[in-house]
């Protein structure tokens, strides 16, 4: 088989080991990059660390269910595509999902047909929202799926901390960021103290345009982006 998807990455969550390992088969047959996880804790680790294109997980999971799970990741990006599944008994727990703009659920036991035909439309979902290529401006473009930033097709080089910075300024593109927000995003992978925060954005500023970035000195800052 092919691989439908093989320029997306997806996070797979599921408690039950035996539906996760036969789903996780059929998903690494369709996608390069497969996240597999056993609960929703691991999940919004292994979102934090990967940044998937899509979201599969169980509604019922320990430590973290499929609905916190999706609200804490709808907190930094809006549009990833994400779908729930759930025993035929879950569907009134479903109903207080959808303010975090599913893309689908699917009802478990999940058919073939069903899983690839919802992943056919996470992946439409994913090139209409500009969530694989992102055209920030007439010059600069950035890739999620390869993580690079190109100004004129010519590659700039981010560090980690660049890349989840400008990803979640491109995902809250145009609405103003806290310091404490950006502070609170990147916590875990550097010390974060006022001087190494301005000095991140600063660095980040030269490599995408001072103009782009917008600093609102008492409060944050913008990515200012025409739509």
Not at 143 to 172: A, C, G, H, P
């Amino acid at each position: 088989m092919n691989k439908h998807f093989c320029n997306l990455s997806i996070l797979y969550a599921e408690d039950d080991d035996k539906i996760r390992e036969n789903t996780n088969k059929i998903l690494k047959l369709l996608y390069d990059d497969v996240y597999t996880c056993k609960d929703g804790k691991e999940a919004l680790e292994a979102f934090h660390k990967y940044r998937p294109n899509i979201i599969l997980t169980d509604y019922k999971m320990p430590l973290l269910d499929g609905y916190e799970l999706t609200k804490q990741i709808r907190e930094i990006c809006e549009k990833t595509p994400i779908v729930i599944m759930s025993n035929y008994t879950d569907k009134e727990k479903l109903l207080k999902c959808i303010p975090l703009n599913l893309t689908s659920y699917l009802e478990k036991p999940v058919r073939y047909e069903d899983l690839l035909e919802t992943l056919t439309l996470c992946k439409e979902a994913s090139e209409k929202n500009n969530l694989i290529k992102f055209t920030i401006n007439n010059i600069l473009d950035y890739n999620f799926r390869t993580k690079k930033l190109f100004v004129e097709d010519t590659e700039v080089n981010l560090s980690k901390i660049e890349t989840t910075i400008l990803e979640y300024f491109i995902n809250k593109k145009n609405q103003l960021i806290s310091k404490d927000e950006i502070a609170a995003l990147v916590k875990n992978e550097e010390y974060i103290n006022d001087n190494t925060l301005k000095n991140i954005i600063y660095r980040l500023r030269k490599k995408v345009g001072k103009d782009l970035i917008t600093n609102y000195r008492s409060f944050g800052y913008m990515l200012e982006v025409k739509t």
